[in-house]
C-alpha cells in the first residue's frame, strides 16, 4: 500500500501551471503566508434533482461519494498546465494521450463535438461498491446528446439503451457473460461562484459530469446519482482531505481511502492525500527554474493500527525509494533518447522525492510530505544546465 502511495504521489508531482503557498512545514489548515485571498464562506447549496452540485472551497471538487473504499480528483487545468510549460500548446498537448490510448478515441470524441484538451476539466473515480469502480469526467459539452453517439465507435456493434434524463446502458460482451455498461450524463448546477483563480476559472466551464459504471462486470445495475454526499457532507469531506495542505488554493489533487491492509502487522483505517500548487510566499528555486512563481505541495496522510514506531517508518520509506528507483531506471530506460524533455522530467522527479521529501510520525498518524520549496538553489546546478536549452527563451 505505500508503495503505491508512494508512487502515486510522485508522479502526480509533475502537474502544475503558471502561479503562486506557505511554509516549509509538514502542512496543516488552509492558508499560507503567500496564498490567494480565501474563498468567502458561504453555505453549500444542494444541486436540483439529477444534477451536480460542484464542491466549492479555496478551489472545486466536482464529485464526492457518500461513502466508498477509496476516491480521488484529478484538476485537469493542472495537466494542461504542465504540459505546456515547455512552450507548447497546453490545450492540444494535454489531449496526445488520450487520443493515443485507441485509434477510435479522435472519431467518438468528434462524433460527441468534445475537445478533450480544452473542454476536460477533472477526472476521476470512486469505488461504487463490491469492488467496481465508477469513473467520471468533468466537462464542457456542447452537445451532451451527442455523448451517446461514442459508443458505436469505441464499441462497434453496440446501440446504446436510452433510459431517460441522460442515463444510458450498452451491453458489451464479457467474458464469462454480457456486461451491462451504465453511463450517466448528469448537468452541472454551479450553486456556488467558483474561486478566482485561473484553474477554478476553467473548471467553470463545465457544464455537464460523464459518469461510467459497470466497466469490470461486477455489478449490473448501478445507481451513481444516489451514491453521491448531499452539499454539506461533501464539502465536510473535501475541508478533511484538503486540511493536510498548507494552502488548498490552487489545488490539482485530492482523495482519501478507507481501511484496508497496510504492512505486515499494521492495518491502514484512513487515508487522505492531497497536491496543489500555490502561490510560493518563500524562495523556491527549482519552481522558479521552470518559470514558475509557485511551489508544489503533495501531503499523504495515513492512519495506521496500531500506531507505528520510527524504525518502523524508516524501514517502509527504505524498501520504497528501493522499489521506485527499480521501477524509474527501467522507465527511463525506456525513454532514453526519444525526448530530451523526459530525461529532465525524471531529474526534476528524483531530486523531488530525495530532497524535498519529509515525514513525521504523530500518534497513529503517519505524514508523507514533498515540498518543492526545501530544495536548496545548490542542488539546482546540473538540472538547470540540462533544461535551459529546452525552455522557450523569453
Known sequence: MLRHLAIA?????AACDKK???????GSGTTGPGASPTAPVTPPKNADAGSIAPVITNSVAFVVPKAAAWWGEFNFACYRGVMALSGGDGVAASADAFNKVSPTVPAAMAAADIDIGRDFQAIGGFDCGGGEPCFYIAAHLAHPEKVKDMFPILLPGVTPKDLGKGHYQVEVPGAAAPRTINLYVL???????????????????ATHVIFIAG??????????????????AGTAAVKDIESVLTDS?????????????????????????????????EADPLMNLVGLKKT?????????DPAPKEKDVQGWIADGKAWLGNI??????NFAGQDAMMDVYFDMLSLIGERAFKHEVKGNTLRLSWRTDRIPESDLTALETKLGPLLPQQ
Open 296 to 304: 508544489l505541495d503533495v501531503q499523504v496522510d495515513l492512519a495506521l
Open 20 to 26: 503562486p503557498a506557505g511554509t516549509n512545514g509538514t
Open 249 to 281: 488554493h490552487n489545488r490539482c489533487v485530492l482523495g482519501q481511502t478507507g481501511a484496508r491492509d497496510f504492512q505486515p502487522g499494521f492495518k491502514l483505517t484512513k487515508a487522505r492525500f492531497a497536491m496543489g500548487v500555490p502561490a510560493a510566499a
Open 215 to 232: 466497466i469490470s462486470g461486477v455489478n449490473k445495475d448501478v445507481d451513481v446519482p444516489s451514491m453521491l454526499a448531499d452539499a454539506t
Open 187 to 205: 448537468p452541472v448546477q454551479w450553486t456556488t461562484k467558483a474561486p478566482s483563480d485561473p484553474y477554478s476559472q476553467q473548471n467553470q466551464t
Open 328 to 333: 524509474g531506471s527501467g522507465v527511463r530506460a
Open 9 to 13: 504521489s510522485l508522479l502526480v508531482v
